[in-house]
């Protein structure tokens, strides 16, 4: 079995060693993390979302998955990131109430980062005066919202609607994405911008805040 393979099959079967590993000697072999990424982690996350809906996985399943493809993302984490550069603007990313999917959150987290941005990262749950606070607080001057369940976008307008409230709507830019979030949606209830993934949130991102 080829890196690619073990990662993808270790990462169905929720073993976090066998990806760790693999994942190490792919890079020290010269395989670039976003091919990792790209070939093999994120196939494995759909194929485990595939067999959810089959009934063939529960959510035991799912969840030693995700750590599996967690450990896989932490390896290839420095590789992703630029080091050494300084933050073009501060950016508090989160996974909005309700919701406690965070892999494609923190693959965002880890390509804005890598843009060159401060990335605060509010982590799951996040409600709309957290992301409120991270702007008033700490300076936020985007706010990227990750959703995966369609019961939980409806907080992605709450937390516009907060910002409006707020009167600091017009000071930040606001970017949505995750499974089930469209750019229909992101019109619908004014946010700046959606990105379908990861490499298209962080260059959204640095495109809103150059303007
Ligand atoms: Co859940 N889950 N889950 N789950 N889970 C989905 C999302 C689901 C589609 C599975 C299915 O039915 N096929 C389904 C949602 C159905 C729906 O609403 N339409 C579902 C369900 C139903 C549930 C529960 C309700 C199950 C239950 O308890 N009965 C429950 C809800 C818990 C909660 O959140 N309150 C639940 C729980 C879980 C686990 C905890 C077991 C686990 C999450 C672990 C974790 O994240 N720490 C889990 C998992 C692993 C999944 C699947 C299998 C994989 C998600 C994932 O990590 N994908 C998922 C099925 C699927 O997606 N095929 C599923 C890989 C990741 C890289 O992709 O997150 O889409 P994704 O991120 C992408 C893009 O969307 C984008 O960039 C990333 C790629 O570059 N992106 C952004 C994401 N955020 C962005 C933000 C941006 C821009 C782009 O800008 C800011």
Partial sequence: MDHKETIFQG???????????????ALAEGVSAAVLLNEAMIPAMSEVGRL?????????EMLI?????????????????????????VVALGTVKGDLHDIGKNLVSIMVEGAGFEVIDLGVDVGPQDFLKAVLEQGAQAIGMSALLTTTMPSMKATIDAL????????????????????????????????????????????????
């Fill in 11 to 25: 990462i169905l079967e929720g073993n976090a060693s066998a990806v760790e590993s693999a994942a190490k000697a």
């Fill in 164 to 211: 409006k409230e707020a009167g600091v709507r017009d000071k930040v830019k606001v970017v949505i994405g995750g499974a089930p979030v469209t750019q229909r949606y992101a019109d619908e209830i004014g946010a700046d911008g959606y990105a379908p993934d990861a490499a298209g949130a962080a260059n959204l991102v640095k495109k809103l805040l150059a303007s």
């Fill in 52 to 60: 959810f809906e089959e009934n063939e996985y529960y959510v035991p």
């Fill in 65 to 89: 998955s995700a750590r599996a493809m967690k450990t896989g993302l932490a390896v290839l984490r420095e590789t992703l990131v630029e080091e050494d550069v300084k933050p073009l603007g």
